[in-house]
């Protein structure tokens, strides 16, 4: 029951995604940043570039401080169950 409960918490998720996206992709949401015929549209203004770059390192910063919480957490806990092992007698395993 409880993974026929999960299979439609997700695909309620999803279609609500779907929703979302059609919903986004549909409305008038595109920025206009150049009024120039011959203008690029790929390029980025001043403030967006630092925008990203801002975004970009924020996010990296965050991915790399929760993966070395994660690895000194089972560093911690493989080295506590190594001892444990080590400790134990022979004759009990």
Do not use: C, E, H, Y
């Not at 990296?60 to 993966?67: D, E, I, K, S």
């Amino acid at each position: 029951m409880k993974a026929l409960g999960a299979i439609i918490v997700i695909l309620v998720v999803l279609l609500a995604g779907g929703a979302i996206t059609s919903n986004l992709l549909s409305s008038d949401l595109a920025i206009q940043q150049t009024t120039d015929p011959s203008g690029d549209f790929l390029t980025a203004t001043p403030d967006q570039a630092v925008a990203f770059i801002l975004v970009t390192g924020f996010i990296l910063f965050n991915v790399l401080g929760a993966g070395l919480t994660l690895m000194i957490v089972f560093w911690l806990l493989n080295r506590q169950v190594t001892a444990v092992r080590q400790s134990s007698s022979p004759g009990a395993a």
